[in-house]
């Protein structure tokens, strides 16, 4: 098979094209290169850089017989919270109709399996030990609305269309398959710690008061390549079934690991043991966010094997090779 990823420069989009290739799946990218890197591609993969609100372009990627693509990996998106409540209109534009542009060119040429990728932003501040598929969703961003808006684009398009299809919700990914595929950008918890030490500042903490353990916020991990892994398990399960499977699931570890443990594991990765500097809580940051994992296990035979220790420092011989 011939798996389109969108997207596929990114961050997680090239350790998913290096996993499907090592799974022995053929990968096409398909990127605008506003965030992604052209040299995470490996040399062999075809790049066509364009956006998923250029229907026209879409349409000839996906019609070129030369190599017919039998299902796509979707993970292009814009994809900061903050800046989603900026910017929604953007976030609207760029998540809701890109996908709904690239679905209408999915279902003109044909392609019969659909990954969406997801969110954990899609529940909001959920009040449960453990966040299952069926925790009511109450997104509180409008980036956390797009995604969840997305799923039922998925959904309905997969029952209209024939289509089979999944819709991943990720929770915090960190690490690196290799120190080149380490995330270059300064946007989740990890990168902004190592940002903050090497520049001889204290870490922050927003908020210590939390009804947890030791007070910080408690957050599941999970490791990039992992998360690769469930993309290929995800796509190998569509590949097979026949139209009409719909899948929903969840990619932690169901582990939930504090704030103020993953600082303690950084300094202790990167020698710099610098204490960190607690503030105010940060409006709509959910105490405790942890996912149950079942799902994706009893339907895949998926589950993580990497620990937040080597998160980390895969992490840092990224950051460290800049």
Not at 255 to 271: K, P, Q
Request: net charge negative; glycine share 10%.
């Amino acid at each position: 098979m011939t798996w389109l990823i969108t997207g596929g420069a990114g961050y997680i989009g090239a350790h998913v094209v290096h996993a499907l290739r090592a799974a022995g799946e053929q990968a096409l990218v398909y990127d605008d290169l506003s965030t992604g890197v052209a040299e995470r591609v490996p040399s062999d993969v075809e790049l066509v850089v364009g956006s998923t609100l250029d229907r026209e372009l879409l349409g000839r990627t996906l019609a070129d017989r030369s190599r017919p693509v039998t299902g796509v990996i979707h993970l292009a998106a814009k994809k900061q919270v903050g800046e989603s409540v900026e910017q929604p209109l953007h976030y609207y534009r760029e998540n809701v109709e890109g996908l709904r542009t690239l679905l209408d060119a999915v279902t003109a040429a044909g392609v019969h399996s659909f990954v969406f990728s997801s969110s954990a932003a899609v529940y909001g501040m959920p009040d449960v030990e453990l966040v299952t598929e069926d925790t009511p969703c109450a997104p509180m961003s409008p980036y956390g609305e797009t995604k969840l808006a997305g799923e039922w684009l998925v959904r309905a398009t997969g029952r209209a269309a024939g289509l089979a299809t999944a819709s991943l919700r990720y929770f915090n990914v960190a690490g690196a398959a290799s120190p080149e595929l380490a995330d270059t950008g300064v946007f989740n918890i990890v990168p902004m710690v190592f940002e903050r030490l090497t520049a001889g500042d204290a870490p922050r903490i927003f908020g210590a008061d939390y009804p947890t353990p030791d007070g910080t916020c408690v957050r599941d991990y999970i490791h990039v390549a992992d998360l690769a892994e469930a993309h290929v398990a995800t796509a190998q399960r569509l590949a097979g079934a026949g139209p009409g499977l719909d899948l929903t699931l969840n990619i932690g570890r169901g582990v939930g690991v504090s704030v103020r443990e993953l600082i303690d594991v950084i300094a202790e990765e990167t020698g710099y043991d610098v204490a960190p500097l607690v503030t105010g809580r940060r409006p709509g940051d959910p105490a405790r966010v942890v996912a149950s994992a079942d799902r994706i296990g009893a339907e895949l035979g998926w589950a993580a094997k990497r620990d937040v220790r080597e998160m980390v420092r895969s992490a840092w011989a990224g950051w460290e090779r800049g």
